[in-house]
């Protein structure tokens, strides 16, 4: 249920930054999912459909929906470099199991430079709203 549960945050987000900028109607958003975020986007779609044609408003009747997914970026806390998934070279079955469960990334991963495991997500983790589109 956590695709709902995110859904709800966005409707309700666009909701409050329409009112913000006095706009009738919205045409369309753009919502960026990081690489390490669990989400099935098909669910995920449909919750946003169900709770946009919910709301019963005209605001959202227009509003197309973008998604764009936002890769993860790593940096060692040692030495500083950054990296992605693309320059680590994991199988493909360690991929799925980081992508499934994003807190085990770092019994897989480690600084491709100087093989440190102490690093941090920069960007890859959560739901953004890239933009919001619409007239007043
Ligand atoms: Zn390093």
Same mark, same amino acid.
């Given at each position: 249920?956590? $695709?709902? @549960? /995110?859904? !709800?945050?966005?409707? +309700?987000?666009?909701?409050?930054?329409?009112? #913000?900028?006095?706009? &009738?109607?919205?045409?369309?958003?753009?919502?960026?999912?990081?690489?390490?975020?669990?989400?099935?986007?098909?669910?995920? $779609?449909? @919750? /946003?459909? !169900?709770?946009?044609? +919910?709301?019963?408003?005209?605001?959202?009747? #227009?509003?197309?929906? &973008?998604?764009?997914?936002?890769?993860?970026?790593?940096?060692?806390?040692?030495?500083?470099?950054?990296?992605?998934?693309?320059?680590?070279? /994991?199988? !493909?079955?360690?991929?799925?199991?980081?992508?499934?469960?994003?807190?085990?990334?770092?019994?897989?991963?480690?600084?491709?430079?100087?093989?440190?495991?102490?690093?941090?997500?920069?960007?890859?983790?959560?739901?953004?709203?890239?933009?919001?589109?619409?007239?007043?």
């Amino acid at each position: 249920m956590h $695709e709902w @549960a /995110l859904a !709800e945050a966005v409707i +309700a987000t666009v909701i409050e930054e329409s009112r #913000k900028e006095g706009l &009738e109607e919205i045409t369309k958003i753009k919502i960026k999912i990081g690489e390490l975020q669990q989400i099935e986007t098909e669910i995920f $779609e449909f @919750a /946003l459909n !169900e709770l946009t044609k +919910a709301q019963g408003t005209s605001l959202l009747t #227009k509003m197309k929906v &973008e998604m764009d997914t936002e890769r993860a970026i790593f940096r060692c806390r040692v030495c500083g470099n950054e990296w992605g998934f693309d320059d680590v070279g /994991l199988g !493909e079955d360690e991929n799925e199991a980081i992508h499934f469960a994003p807190e085990v990334a770092h019994a897989y991963i480690r600084c491709p430079s100087c093989k440190s495991p102490d690093f941090e997500v920069l960007q890859g983790r959560g739901v953004s709203i890239e933009y919001i589109k619409g007239r007043g």
